[in-house]
C-alpha cells in the first residue's frame, strides 16, 4: 500500500479561509417510534477531524449518507437529527442544506464563515451517488467537488463502495485520509501484515455466505477461529447434527463440510446453545447440548459451555479479530453469550479489535467499557473486505 496524505499534511498546508469537503459515516440508527438516534458512535468517531479542521479556520462541508433510500428524498432518513447532535458534540451549531447539491446547499456553504460547519441532507437522496453508470456517478461528484477546495475522507465504513462521494469526488479535488479513516488502515494492516500470536478470530451474525471470503481468507493465517452467531447452525448441520428450525443455509451446507475438513482442527463451534420455542424476547427458552436440539425450536445463542471453551481459546491470545454476535444480543434473554466473549476478549493481554457493525452495536448496548479493546472499527462490511485482501475504491481513491 502506497503512503496516504493525511489530515496533519493538509493542515500543514494551511486551512483557514479554505472549504473542505468532509465524507464522513454519519448512518447512525434511529429510533422507529421517536425517530431519535439510538447510538451515536459514528458521529463521535469523526470528531477529531472535524475539530481540527474547525480549530484550523476551515468552512467544513459535511456529506454522508443515512440508511438505504432510493435515490430521492426520504424524510425517514433525513440527517437532520444528525446535524442537532453533531452540533452538541462540537460545541457549536452545524448549519444544515435541505439538500444535498441543490439550492439550500449552495446557499448553505456559501454563507459558512471560517471554522462553521455545514451538513448536508442524506447523498442518497440522489440517484447518482451509487450509480453503477460512471457519467452519471461523475455528474453527481462534479457538482459535490464544487463545494470544496480540498477534500477529506473519514468515512471508513464507507470505503468499501465505490459511490461518488466516497470514489470519483477524490479524483477532482486534493484528497487526504481524515484521523478516522488513517487509524483503521493502521490497525487492520496489522492484522494482515505480521500478527503477533496466538492469532484468534471470532465470527458471528447470521449467514456462512456473508463472511465466507473472510473465512476462506482467515484460515491459513489464524491459530483459532472461533464461530457463533446464527452462522453456526449450518456448520453444524455440516457435522451431520439435527438444528431443528435455527437459522440454516442448505446451500452452504457443504461448504461448510469442506471448510471443517481442511481447517486442521482451527475451527471451534458450539458445544450448546440456547434454544427457544419462537424468535420473540419472552419465548420459552432452554441450554441444550448441540447433538440435541429439538426438531421444533431455534437456536439463538451459544451456551455457557461454549463461552467457557471459546474464552479459554481466547485467554493466551495475543492478537483477536472479533466480528458479528454470538446470539440474538438485541433480546436479554440471548444475550449472555455476546457478552460472555466480548468480556472474554477484554480479559485477554491481546490487542483487540472489534470488526464494527452488529459487533461495535453490541459492545455499546450491553453497556460493556470500549476503552478495554484495543480498536472499535467503525466498518464492519470494510473491515471485512481489507482482511479478504480487497481492493476497497476508496482507499484505492485516496492512494492516487
Not at 56 to 66: D, E, I, T
Not at 386 to 395: A, F, M, N, S, V
Request: aromatic share 4%; with cysteine; hydrophobic share 45%.
Amino acid at each position: 500500500m502506497s503512503a496516504l496524505r493525511t489530515l496533519d499534511d493538509l493542515l500543514a498546508e494551511g486551512v483557514a479561509g479554505r472549504r473542505v469537503l468532509v465524507r464522513a459515516d454519519l448512518n447512525v440508527p434511529l429510533d422507529k417510534q421517536s425517530g431519535a438516534i439510538s447510538d451515536d458512535g459514528r458521529i463521535r468517531a469523526v470528531l477529531p477531524t472535524l475539530g481540527a479542521l474547525v480549530e484550523a479556520g476551515a468552512k467544513v462541508v459535511v456529506c454522508s449518507h443515512l440508511g438505504r433510500p432510493k435515490g430521492a428524498p426520504d424524510p425517514q432518513f433525513s440527517l437532520r437529527p444528525v446535524a442537532g447532535r453533531l452540533g452538541e458534540l462540537l460545541g457549536a451549531p452545524v448549519h444544515f442544506a435541505t439538500d444535498t447539491v441543490g439550492e439550500s446547499a449552495r446557499s448553505t456553504v456559501a454563507d459558512l464563515t471560517d471554522g462553521q460547519v455545514a451538513l448536508l441532507e442524506n447523498l442518497r437522496f440522489n440517484a447518482g451517488e451509487t450509480s453503477k453508470d460512471e457519467a452519471e456517478r461523475g455528474a453527481f461528484a462534479d457538482q459535490l467537488a464544487a463545494f470544496g477546495d480540498a477534500y477529506v475522507d473519514d468515512a471508513f465504513g464507507a470505503v468499501h463502495r465505490k459511490h461518488a462521494s466516497v470514489f470519483d469526488v477524490a479524483a477532482r479535488l486534493p484528497h487526504v485520509a481524515g484521523r478516522l479513516v488513517l487509524r483503521e488502515v493502521e490497525v487492520l494492516s496489522r492484522l494482515t501484515a505480521d500478527p503477533e500470536r496466538p492469532y484468534v478470530v471470532v465470527l458471528g451474525g447470521s449467514k456462512v455466505s456473508d463472511k465466507l471470503a473472510v473465512i476462506e481468507a482467515l484460515l491459513p493465517t489464524v491459530d483459532r477461529l472461533l464461530i457463533g452467531g446464527g452462522m453456526c447452525f449450518t456448520f453444524l448441520k455440516a457435522q451431520g447434527l439435527e438444528v431443528g428450525t435455527s437459522l440454516l443455509e442448505k446451500d452452504m451446507v457443504e461448504t461448510c463440510r469442506n471448510l471443517l475438513e481442511r481447517s486442521n482442527g482451527k475451527i471451534m463451534l458450539p458445544v450448546d446453545v440456547v434454544v427457544a420455542d419462537a424468535f420473540a424476547p419472552d419465548a420459552a427458552h432452554d441450554t441444550v447440548r448441540v447433538d440435541g436440539i429439538p426438531s421444533h425450536r431455534l437456536g439463538l445463542d451459544i451456551g455457557p459451555e461454549t463461552v467457557a471453551g471459546f474464552s479459554a481459546a481466547l485467554s493466551p491470545a495475543k492478537t483477536i479479530f472479533w466480528n458479528g454476535p454470538m446470539g440474538v444480543f438485541e433480546m436479554p434473554a440471548f444475550a449472555a453469550g455476546t457478552r460472555g466473549i466480548a468480556e472474554a476478549i477484554t480479559k485477554a493481554d491481546a490487542f483487540s479489535v472489534v470488526g464494527g457493525g452488529d459487533s461495535a452495536a453490541a459492545v455499546r448496548a450491553l453497556g460493556l467499557d470500549e476503552s478495554s479493546f484495543g480498536h472499535i472499527s467503525t466498518g464492519g462490511g470494510a473491515s471485512l473486505e481489507y482482511l479478504e485482501g480487497k481492493t476497497l475504491p476508496g482507499i484505492a481513491a485516496l492512494e492516487n
